[in-house]
């Protein structure tokens, strides 16, 4: 006969297996695709979200990282999370223009004072506006990921907008990137990032533009020289997930997701600072010049961008001041 003790023991054994094959079978596991390299600072930040947010889940909610652009290019893999095909992408505020204009305000040259403003902004309920903007069109953003600043590399110093004139310089598909490289005086190269070392070395454009890391784990500091810091853009790295991923996870669920995405954006901050000084050594080392160019006249240049931005789109012109505004 059994005992009343072994008898509870194995009920309690019983419930639990169950319970932990209830739980594994209701595990949802979200594919994530990305264009960096795994040792880029926002895959790390990204594995740390991961980690999070399965920890917070108890193993309900999982993320597969698929890094290194394994799965398509970032428009790609936005046109297949549409799809249904993935759940989640990270890209960035220039990418994202196009399929959601509020995005447009972060690719606008010299809007931010400085990196606390642009720091702040990301934070900010105007910078929540943005990622919950895209709704309508099957996704959301869960957090922003510091990527920096970004400026011209080519082969020659670029110290003036003069510099750039003649020069076919790859931007990404956003409109806002190419009308500034067209105030600034080149001419704009749309092409995925996947394509540019080739597009650099082969000469089918001159000059990129892009942060320090970037720049230098796409070994573009290979083919170009010189790295001229005039710090055009602030553009965010910015995680989204479908709606349809979303909206299917408990409300538990999401919110524990979305802690684990604020806690990899908060840990991204330094593993940017680290990045951006180790990824600038490298660069140096293997002979790159970096130039300290006078702003002025690139912020000048790019002024009338602004002129006319109230006729011209008086949406994004009050986003534009909801910028400014934020302290
Ligand atoms: C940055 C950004 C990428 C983007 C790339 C580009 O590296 O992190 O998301 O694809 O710029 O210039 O295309």
Do not use: C
């Not at 931010?112 to 069109?137: C, M, P, Q, T, W």
């Not at 996947?194 to 089918?204: F, K, M, S, W």
């Amino acid at each position: 006969m059994m005992t009343r003790k072994r008898v509870l023991t194995a009920v309690i054994g019983a419930a639990l297996t169950i319970g932990a094959s209830a739980s594994a079978f209701a595990a949802t596991t979200l594919k994530l695709s990305h264009n960096h390299p795994r040792d880029h600072a926002v895959h790390k930040a990204m594995d740390h979200m991961a980690k999070e947010v399965r920890k917070l889940t108890d193993g309900d909610v999982r993320i597969r990282i698929y890094p290194d652009a394994q799965l398509g290019t970032q428009r790609e893999s936005m046109e297949l999370m549409q799809n249904g095909a993935l759940d989640m992408v990270k890209t960035n505020a220039a990418e994202l223009e196009a399929f959601a204009p509020a995005y447009s305000a972060f690719n606008l040259p010299y809007l931010f004072r400085d990196k606390a403003h642009y720091s702040n902004v990301k934070e900010s309920a105007v910078g929540e506006d943005i990622l919950a903007s895209s709704r309508d069109s099957g996704f959301i953003g869960l957090t922003y990921y510091d990527a920096g600043a970004r400026s011209f590399y080519t082969s020659k110093p670029i110290n003036t907008p003069a510099d750039l004139k003649g020069l076919k310089i790859r931007v990404q598909p956003s409109p806002s990137a190419i009308n500034m490289v067209k105030a600034l005086g080149g001419s704009p190269t749309p092409l995925a990032y996947g394509e540019l070392y080739t597009a650099l070395q082969q000469g089918v454009v001159d000059a990129a533009e892009n942060n320090i890391p970037s720049f230098s784990l796409s070994r573009h500091s290979e083919v170009s020289k010189y790295y001229s810091l005039d710090e055009h853009t602030m553009v965010p790295d910015v995680l989204v997930i479908s709606t349809k991923a979303y909206d299917g996870l408990s409300e538990e669920n999401r919110k524990a997701l979305k802690t684990a995405a604020m806690s990899s954006m908060e840990l991204m901050k330094s593993l940017w600072t680290q990045s951006e000084e180790k990824e600038r050594a490298k660069a140096e080392k293997m002979g790159v010049k970096f130039i300290t160019p006078n702003k002025t006249a690139f912020v000048e240049a790019v002024q009338p961008m602004y002129d006319t931005l109230d006729e011209s789109n008086p949406e994004l012109s009050k986003v534009v001041e909801r910028i400014k505004a934020v302290q």
